[in-house]
């Protein structure tokens, strides 16, 4: 029987720095890896010249130059800044919600100003604890940004309304 210091499941970014860093101190990794492949969700595939992303769009991002370092010496990397933005009815708006959202829905021009609004449209659901998706997203967006912004897309994504979700899933919805 082989002796390993060291089971590492799953050969991801974790996994697969994990057992590569362990490995050059010494130790014995066994690597179990479901895929044929490592590199995990952010695996990729050359099609036609391409490379393509075999599990949907993972993206790999730091700010640290030596994190940034570390992982370009075993795969090249291609900077790209991610800049989601939601079609609403022909209008644009920014994602994750900033002043450019709140200015666009209504017309605010400082976050004391957006805060105040949201506080208003807060005021539905009479001070009590978000139970539900629906209203944990409008005690921390409002009522229009939920109803314009959220609501739909998260019941097509989830296939139920978003009032049998659970509060907990959009808790650290992102607002700049």
């Known amino acids: 029987m082989k002796h390993y210091d060291y089971l590492v499941v799953g050969a991801g970014l974790f996994g697969a720095v994990f057992a590569h860093e362990a490995a050059k101190k010494g130790k014995k990794i066994k690597v179990i890896e479901k895929r044929d492949h490592i590199a ?6 050359e099609v036609e010249g391409i490379q393509v992303h075999e599990y949907g769009a993972h993206i790999f991002h730091t ?8 992982v370009n010496q075993f795969a090249e990397f291609n900077r ?3 800049t989601p933005v939601a079609n609403y009815k022909g ?3 920014n994602l994750p919600f900033n002043m450019n959202t709140f200015n666009k829905l209504w017309g605010v021009v400082t976050p004391a100003e957006a805060a105040t609004k949201i506080a208003e449209q807060r005021a539905v659901l009479g001070g009590k604890t978000p139970e539900n998706l629906e209203e944990q997203a409008i005690s921390l967006v409002g009522t229009d ?8 897309y998260t019941e097509k994504q989830w296939e139920k309304p978003c009032t049998e979700l659970p509060a907990f899933i959009i808790r650290r919805l992102p607002v700049r």
């Open 63 to 70: 700010s640290e130059k030596e994190i940034w370092d570390y």
């Open 91 to 93: 209008e644009i708006y």
């Open 145 to 152: 940004i939920y109803e314009k912004l959220i609501k739909s």
């Open 40 to 45: 995990g969700n952010i695996y990729t595939k």
């Open 80 to 82: 790209y800044t991610n």
